[in-house]
């Protein structure tokens, strides 16, 4: 580096763990439970851009590409965004924000699940 910080605004925290939880002792809750109930509230969320089906379909389309990559010197949110957006048909300007909506305050309402 040339001794000048960088002082560029982070949007997202650098991630420091990840925790699986493979035998269910950290959350009491089922992917049959929750994905069901995620996908609802965030279909909800987003129904007035993007059919919740379509939504659905693209998200998991763009998650096999992302966990199984056609080029691994790009990153997971790379292959998902090359995939995800142009097959919505809306940028990611106009979806990010609504996404970190849902993240900031409806997510937590699946605890409950």
């Known amino acids: 580096m040339n001794g000048v910080a960088d002082t560029r605004p982070r949007r997202f925290a650098v991630i420091q763990a990840l925790l699986f939880d493979l035998d269910d002792t950290l959350l009491n809750t089922t992917a049959e439970t929750f994905i069901p109930g995620y996908f609802r509230a965030l279909t909800a969320k987003l129904a007035h851009l993007v059919p919740p089906d379509r939504l659905v379909s693209q998200i998991m389309a763009a998650t096999q ?44 309402q699946l605890r409950a699940l």
């Open 65 to 108: 590409l992302m966990v199984h990559p056609p080029h691994p010197t790009l990153t997971n949110q790379q292959v998902f965004d090359a995939d995800f957006f142009p097959h919505i048909g809306l940028s990611r300007d106009t979806l990010e924000p609504l996404f970190d909506d849902f993240y900031a305050h409806d997510f937590a």
